[in-house]
Nanobody, 126 residues
Framework: QVQLVESGGGLVQAGGSLRLSCAAS????????MGWFRQVPGKEREFVAA???????LYADSVKGRITISRDNAKNMVYLEMNSLKSEDTAVYYC????????????????????WGQGTQVTVSS
C-alpha cells in the first residue's frame, strides 16, 4: 500500500514558477513509477509527467520544456518543477503511483496507476 501527499500548490502569476512535492509512504517507493496528472472542473484528469522506477521520463506535449519531474528515492519524494506557468496550467495537480515493478509503457494513462494523492491546487493568474 502506498499513500501519497502532495504539497507546494498555490497562486502564482503567469510566467512564474512553482515546485510541487509528493511524499510517498511505503517501503516499495523505489520500485514504483510515479506520475503527475491535473484536472480542472468539468474536464477529465489529464497526464502531465511521469518517471518510471528505472528512471525513464515522459512529458505531455503541452508542458515539455517548462516542467521537470524528478524523484528522490532516499526520501520517498517526487517533484514537479514548473516554470513559465500559463493560465491554462491552472488545475488541481495529483500525484500517482503504480504498483511495484510496473513495466507498462503507458505511464501517460490514468489506468496505469493504483494509488492517488488528494491533490494540490495550482492557480496561475494572468
Amino acid at each position: 500500500q502506498v499513500q501519497l501527499v502532495e504539497s507546494g500548490g498555490g497562486l502564482v502569476q503567469a510566467g512564474g514558477s512553482l515546485r510541487l512535492s509528493c511524499a510517498a509512504s511505503g517501503r516499495s517507493f523505489s520500485s514504483v513509477a510515479m506520475g503527475w496528472f491535473r484536472q480542472v472542473p468539468g474536464k477529465e484528469r489529464e497526464f502531465v509527467a511521469a518517471i518510471s522506477w528505472i528512471g525513464g521520463i515522459l512529458y505531455a506535449d503541452s508542458v515539455k520544456g517548462r516542467i521537470t519531474i524528478s524523484r528522490d528515492n532516499a526520501k520517498n519524494m517526487v517533484y514537479l518543477e514548473m516554470n513559465s506557468l500559463k493560465s491554462e496550467d491552472t488545475a488541481v495537480y495529483y500525484c500517482a503511483a503504480t504498483r511495484p515493478y510496473y513495466y507498462g509503457a503507458d505511464l501517460n494513462s490514468r489506468i496505469s496507476y493504483d494509488y492517488w494523492g488528494q491533490g494540490t491546487q495550482v492557480t496561475v493568474s494572468s
